[in-house]
Structures are given as C-alpha cells and as structure tokens.
C-alpha cells in the first residue's frame, strides 16, 4: 500500500517509487564479521564520545559500500539532533555532488532531553540513510523515497547486522514501551530521517 504522498507523484515518480517498494529484502554480501564494529558505535555512545561514534560508523559504511561495491561515503556524526515544529532531525543523506562524496549525518542525542540515543536506534537510523545511498547507487534508481519496500530492506539490513529486536517490555498496564518515531522528511535531491 503506497504512502499518502503518492497521489500527487507524476507517472513518472511514481514507477520509481514502485520500483522502490516492490524490492523487499537486502541480503548482505559475504564479508568480515561486523559484531566488533557494532558493539565499538555501542561503547562510543555509552561513553558520549563523537568522534568514536564517527570512526566506528565510518569503519561500517566503508566495509558496506565495499561489499555492494558502491562508491564509499563519508559520515559526520554531531551531538544534539536538530529539532523545529515538524519534530527532530535523526539522520541526513546528501548524495554524491559534482565529484565529491556522498554523506551521512547523524545525531547521537536527543533535541528535548538530549540524551544519548540507543545504539540499536542509532545504528537502524545509520542503515537508513546507507539505503538511500544503495536506491542511486546499488539499484540505480533516479530517486529515493520512503517506501514499505524501502523500510522493509532496511530493516532486513538491520537484523542481518544486528539481530533480531529484543522483545519488548511491558509496562504494568499491559501496553508495550513507546517506540521512537523515526518519522522522516524526504527531499528529491537529498533524504533525511
């Protein structure tokens, strides 16, 4: 089921955006152990330490690219997340321009509380702009969009990394914990969540 956002797509977008959601999975290439770089994004966050985080995000993207055999990308991470009334910015993705490197930006803290984001949220938001990334360069589309199809793939990434979620935990009431809102504010030459 396409996003409300499809009606007003021209034909044209919107067989992109078919394209996007009809692809469901990413299998990971064969490749060296990720855990050891995960779990160094984990103790950089735990220990507030960008550049950790940046070094170790960066050692993840480059292994990834490689073995999709895209171009690489550069990642910046930065400490508060910026926020305005449309709610907080996660991540950013800025595609390769005139010869010069795609990028990834991240957040590491909340914008209200500023508190360090969990290093499983952090590193799904990580993969999401890497899938971005993949839309132009692995599956050659023109554009990126937020589809069921794109969130499926990167959620697919995220556990073949990652493993499966912890189950969550239930609150005395009985209603599960709240989920981050990962809500995301896409841009044709440039995807953020």
């Not at 919107?14 to 770089?37: C, H, N």
């Not at 507030?48 to 550069?74: G, I």
């Given at each position: ?27 990971l ?5 990720t ?25 993840l993207?480059?292994d990834?690219?490689?073995?999709f ?60 702009e ?19 199809g ?6 697919h ?6 493993g ?17 809102n990962?809500?995301?504010?896409g ?7």
């Amino acid at each position: 089921m396409p996003f409300a956002y499809y009606d007003r797509l021209t034909a044209k977008r919107k067989r992109i955006y078919d394209r996007s959601d009809a692809i469901v999975e990413l299998p990971l290439p064969a490749g060296q152990d990720t855990a050891p770089v995960i779990s160094a994004i984990a103790a950089g966050l735990d220990a507030d330490r960008e550049t950790e985080v940046q070094r170790a995000c960066q050692q993840l993207l480059d292994d990834l690219a490689a073995r999709f055999s895209v171009p690489p990308l550069r990642v910046k991470v930065y400490a508060t997340r910026p926020s305005g009334d449309w709610g907080e910015l996660h991540g950013m993705y800025l595609p390769e321009d005139e010869g010069k490197r795609a990028v990834v930006e991240l957040w590491m803290r909340t914008a209200r509380k500023e508190k360090v984001v969990a290093p499983r949220t952090f590193l799904r938001t990580l993969l999401h702009e890497l899938c971005h990334h993949l839309d132009y360069e692995f599956y050659k589309l023109p554009e990126t969009f937020h589809t069921e199809g794109f969130y499926k793939r990167e959620s697919h990434l995220l556990h073949q990394l990652a493993g499966p979620p912890e189950p969550k935990k239930v609150q005395a009431s009985g209603a599960s914990s709240p989920r981050t809102n990962t809500g995301t504010r896409g841009a044709r030459a440039q995807s953020s969540s």
